[in-house]
């Protein structure tokens, strides 16, 4: 078997090629490269939240570049109109007929650039198209490209001129991941890089996969074993969201799928056909940080989203170790 064949049926070689080549611009982003790989494999969308300049924009640039994803950019702004988005129907004078001007959306891979400083209207304008995958203009119902996927990014220190994304918006974003700052070792490799090549930068990273590599890693995800007890751990959790009394609302169901599906994907990228607890684990916190509405008296006493999930984590127990999942394989 060629390698380019089996860079498009196993997961894990598809991940490993995506990550090596966003690393020759960027290092030290391997868990947001990580998430976004499980988010393309399962049909997902990911809010990614950071101060500027940490290169969110250009690590969904890299991944759709080294993906082989159409990728658009949209930079949102209180100004910004649903049909800027979507597009619209244009009269054209020499034909004397409306023709459709297809908006951003109708990409692969869109890149939704400050999202909270979009208005409500303009940031529901996203729902139907992230939900259904489909554009609705002027009665016309127009199915988006395959595959689809929303990446957002949202700025967290500056709260003047910015509409905190609804509960239904948010809950539409498989994963929130947080781009840190980076560690000094990273960061002088990152200077070392841009000194040697100033214009070092997105062009410079070839494609590795192509859509129908991720159809074919998708179909492999699907197949990923989930024993009894895995599924019992991760409704043990969402339950536990609901009943946790510094939560107001826990999870939703889409939660719980988005748990089933990314712990089959992590599983399959990290070389394995059955998923174990530690895959929920890992998910716990991208899937839950931005679903969870905390208490007003867990607001005042400094209690985060965060520091939620890590209590869900420690008050609900996994199942045991890894080699009865193993067995279960055998068995199924």
């Known amino acids: 078997m060629s390698e380019r064949t089996d860079a498009e049926t196993d997961p894990r070689r598809l991940y490993e090629q995506v990550q090596a080549e966003v690393e020759r611009v960027l290092v030290g982003n391997e868990r947001v490269v990580e998430f976004l790989t499980i988010a393309a494999l399962t049909r997902g969308h990911v809010l990614l939240e950071g101060v500027p300049g940490v290169a969110k924009t250009t690590l969904a640039n890299l991944f759709a570049r080294a993906s082989g994803l159409e990728y658009t950019r949209i930079q949102l702004t209180p100004d910004v109109l649903p049909a800027d988005i979507t597009g619209t129907h244009i009269y054209r004078e020499a034909t004397g007929e409306f023709t459709l001007q297809r908006g951003p959306i109708f990409a692969n891979l869109v890149v939704a650039d400050e999202i909270n400083r979009a208005t409500p209207k303009t940031q529901s304008a996203l729902l139907e198209a992230m939900e259904e995958r489909t554009v609705t203009l002027e009665g016309e119902t127009l199915r988006l490209p395959t595959p689809f996927m929303v990446i957002a990014t949202q700025n967290p220190i500056e709260m003047e001129g910015v509409f905190e994304l609804p509960e239904a918006q948010r809950d539409r974003f498989s994963f929130k991941l947080t781009v840190d700052l980076p560690n000094r070792a990273h960061e002088r490799e990152v200077l070392d890089r841009f000194d040697d090549a100033p214009e070092l930068g997105p062009d410079d990273v070839s494609q590795v996969v192509d859509g129908d590599a991720i159809a074919a890693a998708r179909e492999a995800v699907a197949a990923v074993h989930v024993a009894d007890p895995v599924k019992e751990y991760i409704l043990d959790l ?13 999870s939703s169901p889409r939660a719980t799928l988005t748990f089933l599906d990314g712990a089959k994907a992590r ?43 890590s209590d869900l984590l420690a008050s609900v127990d996994p199942p045991g170790a890894d080699t009865r999942f193993e067995a279960s394989v055998d068995e199924a």
């Open 238 to 250: 969402t339950g536990a969201s609901r009943e946790h009394p510094d939560v107001v609302h826990g």
């Open 267 to 309: 599983a399959a990228i990290h070389g394995r056909s059955y998923v174990i607890p530690d895959d929920v684990k890992a998910l716990a916190e991208p899937t839950l940080v931005h679903r969870l509405i905390p208490s007003t008296d867990a607001e005042l006493s400094d209690v985060t989203t965060a520091d939620l999930v």
